[in-house]
Nanobody
Framework: QVQLVESGGGLVQPVGSLRLSCAAS????????MGWYRRAPGNERELVAD???????DYADSVKGRFTISGDNAKNTVYLQMDSLKPEDTDVYYC???????????????WGKGTLVTVSS
């Protein structure tokens, strides 16, 4: 019903920057929230950042001041600008959205396949 396509991952050196993008498509009536999680093998899933349709944002303490999330409601797209990257930011980043689809009254969470970010010299 809703497909999420992520892009922008890759290899970057410490203190470098990357920008992730995620576009949602499908039978979307409205998206209430979009964001990013990450989970390295053996670790708990961590919310990195998310943004509501109204523009309210939330960040993990570990990325505050370094990452910036933004969204384009008209394009059903969310961006994550990652600056001052550290080796510990290395992870698979998963895009998600909470969307209401056509013909349904309640929203559901949908997930992308993930994009790998590697921070290494």
């Amino acid at each position: 019903q809703v497909q999420l396509v992520e892009s922008g991952g890759g290899l970057v050196q410490p203190v470098g920057s990357l920008r992730l993008s995620c576009a949602a498509s499908g039978s979307i009536f409205t998206i209430n929230r979009m964001g990013w999680y990450r989970r390295a093998p053996g670790n708990e899933r961590e919310l990195v950042a998310d943004i509501t349709r109204g523009g309210s944002t939330d960040y993990a303490d570990s990325v505050k001041g370094r990452f910036t999330i933004s969204g384009d409601n008209a394009k059903n797209t969310v961006y994550l600008q990652m600056d001052s990257l550290k080796p510990e930011d290395t992870d698979v980043y998963y895009c998600y959205c909470h969307a209401v689809t056509m013909g349904y009254a309640r929203g559901m969470d949908y997930w992308g396949k993930g994009t790998l970010v590697t921070v290494s010299s």
